[in-house]
């Protein structure tokens, strides 16, 4: 734990040591209340709080809004706060800040990246493009903003098939960054797509044979499954769909157990919504049976508490970039609309 001089210019030292460290590694005065501090720096400072469904339960349950990337993306884009502050990952953020260029956009860690994004280098993606010059890029919203700016529309695992299958027909497609996410939409919408070869660390490595293990021993149980799993494991699910999507199958389903492949934190609204379902998680193929994302679970109530405090570290991007990365995300909200798969407001 560091120790931040109050004495001349707080300010400074942090900005010092987030940009060193990407966070704040104070620890908040001891004895208060960290729910009852974050609540009152937010009225204080008009901010809102916006959590993905992977954050750890207690981050989950002092949000304003806590969803999967499309109802992120849509509340980002309709918020009157003066700060967003993103519990979630570092493009998550990015695309906050897009929607939001005059808003200071923060993020507790600055650490929190993808395994997905990470797996598109922006200048390894231009080099890609190249070789298809009649294609347009349909990318997942799982990017950074700079292979944002090299696409055409931008989908979520919520809308990727109903968009893709909208598409004008004679658009030849390259689909980045998740090839299973781009081989389940070929196969629910009948379209050729070129695949850039990405997946997410947390959703490729679940057990094709525990699984089956699993099913045996709970015959009773449905399993159910996000699009960026294995195709070998989304062939055996009984379901598939985005967090969201999962969700609300638990609650509407009349079955009383499913297993669960997804990332873990998506358990804790399922239990809220639903305590009456038994869930299992779905386990991995090595080492412990909960499959975690290591990116998402940097942020804690603590760097929460601080950078509500130092309003650091705070997410920029150069004002080409949100120009060239912002249409295409605008174009997915308005085909989300139109496609009815999200309220209008
Ligand atoms: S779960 Fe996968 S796709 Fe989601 S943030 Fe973590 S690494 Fe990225």
Redesign the pocket.
Known sequence: MFHISTASSPHRDIATVVEKYGYIPLQPPLGIDLFAEIERLKKEKNAILLAHY?QDADIQDIADFVGDSLGLSQRAAETDADIILFAG?HFMAETAKILNPNKKVLIPDLNAG????DSCPPDEFAAFKLKYPDYKVVSYI?TSAAIKAMSDIIVTSSNAVPIVKALPSDWKIIFAPDRNLGMYVMKKTGREMVLWNGV????TIFSYQKIKALREQYADAELIAHP?CEPAILEQADFIGSTTALLNYVVKSPVKRFIVAT?AGILHQMRKAAPEKELVQAPAEYSCSCNT?P??KLNTLEKIYNTLLYEMPEVTLDSATIEAARRPIERMLEMSKELGLVSKS
């Open positions: 992977y990952v993808c395994s997905l994004s799982n997410c660390m947390v959703h960026e990332e994302c990116h998402m």
